[in-house]
């Protein structure tokens, strides 16, 4: 299977990607992925259009991708979490 | 890399203000009084938090997390502030949703992709709706930083900045 390139994007790239970063690299470790992940700013989404396989973020994003995109405001809440790490897992599993 | 400032200077009660942007203001303005943020700061929350918006709707007390570029942080810190009269903040992700903010926890940070352990201690707070509860009703400034201090254990952070 093909390595997968997981896209973390937040506002500034500071403070909330960081966090859904960590809890996927936990899910990553945990279930044995094959998956890169890059911490970028919401703004450079576009430059990755051609090689990333997923999105996940905590901005909004009105724009279309080809990948799809999962918000991951519930790893900052705790409301939510399993749906959302379900949400990832089966994009990654693909 | 410099230690987070974080005490008693930087923790505001009963902040009375009607908008976000006041709110914003009203701390941001005390960060820049004090030289840990330049005057660049304010405005560019400001900015960021309308494109962006930080509040996130907890099972409690509702917070938000307004934060900015790097450029504009001299020394790094988290400011608090309890509102005396909530008020609305954006839905981090969701363009069409507000969110009444009792409790505003500023991050200026000064290295993108840092303070990972810090910023998830912080996470586990928002996920708490009791400790979110206990924040909120405390009058003292000094109980306020004895509770985050002990939360958010900064003596465990320094040094394990990734």
Same mark, same amino acid.
């Given at each position: 299977?093909?390595?997968?390139?997981?896209?973390?994007?937040?506002?500034?790239?500071?403070?909330?990607?960081?966090?859904?970063?960590?809890?996927?690299?936990?899910?990553?470790?945990?279930?044995?992925?094959?998956?890169?992940?890059?911490?970028?700013?919401?703004?450079?989404?576009?430059?990755?259009?051609?090689?990333?396989?997923?999105?996940?973020?905590?901005?909004?994003?009105?724009?279309?991708?080809?990948?799809?995109?999962?918000?991951?405001?519930?790893?900052?809440?705790?409301?939510?979490?399993?749906?959302?790490?379900?949400?990832?897992?089966?994009?990654?599993?693909? | 890399?410099?230690?987070?400032?974080?005490?008693?200077?930087?923790?505001?009660?009963?902040?009375?203000? *009607?908008?976000?942007?006041?709110?914003?203001?009203?701390?941001?303005?005390?960060?820049?009084?004090?030289?840990?943020?330049?005057?660049?700061?304010? +405005?560019?929350?400001?900015?960021?938090?309308?494109?962006?918006?930080?509040?996130?709707?907890?099972?409690?007390?509702?917070?938000?997390? +307004?934060?900015?570029?790097?450029?504009?942080?001299?020394?790094?810190?988290?400011?608090?502030?309890?509102? !005396?009269? *909530?008020?609305?903040?954006?839905?981090?992700?969701?363009?069409?949703?507000?969110?009444?903010?009792?409790?505003?926890?500023?991050?200026?940070?000064? *290295?993108?992709?840092?303070?990972?352990?810090?910023?998830? !201690?912080?996470?586990?707070?928002?996920?708490?709706?009791?400790?979110?509860?206990?924040?909120?009703?405390?009058?003292? !400034?000094?109980?306020?930083?004895?509770?985050? *201090?002990?939360?958010?254990?900064?003596?465990?952070?320094?040094?394990?900045? !990734?």
């Amino acid at each position: 299977m093909k390595k997968k390139q997981v896209l973390v994007a937040c506002g500034a790239g500071i403070a909330t990607s960081t966090v859904v970063n960590g809890a996927i690299e936990d899910m990553i470790k945990e279930h044995n992925l094959n998956a890169d992940l890059v911490q970028i700013k919401i703004s450079e989404v576009g430059s990755y259009e051609d090689t990333a396989d997923l999105l996940v973020t905590t901005a909004m994003t009105k724009k279309e991708f080809p990948f799809p995109v999962v918000n991951a405001r519930s790893f900052l809440t705790g409301i939510g979490t399993e749906h959302t790490k379900q949400e990832i897992l089966e994009e990654l599993k693909k | 890399m410099s230690d987070i400032y974080f005490n008693e200077s930087i923790i505001l009660l009963d902040v009375e203000a *009607e908008t976000r942007e006041e709110v914003l203001t009203t701390i941001g303005d005390n960060l820049v009084n004090k030289h840990l943020v330049q005057p660049s700061f304010v +405005p560019a929350i400001i900015e960021r938090e309308k494109e962006f918006p930080t509040g996130l709707p907890t099972a409690g007390v509702s917070v938000a997390i +307004p934060h900015t570029d790097v450029e504009h942080v001299i020394q790094k810190n988290i400011s608090v502030a309890i509102l !005396k009269n *909530e008020v609305d903040f954006g839905v981090m992700g969701d363009d069409s949703e507000q969110v009444p903010v009792k409790i505003i926890f500023m991050l200026a940070m000064d *290295e993108a992709h840092s303070q990972l352990s810090l910023l998830q !201690k912080l996470m586990q707070i928002f996920q708490d709706e009791n400790e979110l509860r206990n924040l909120v009703n405390q009058t003292d !400034k000094k109980a306020i930083k004895r509770i985050l *201090e002990e939360k958010l254990n900064f003596q465990e952070l320094e040094g394990g900045n !990734k």
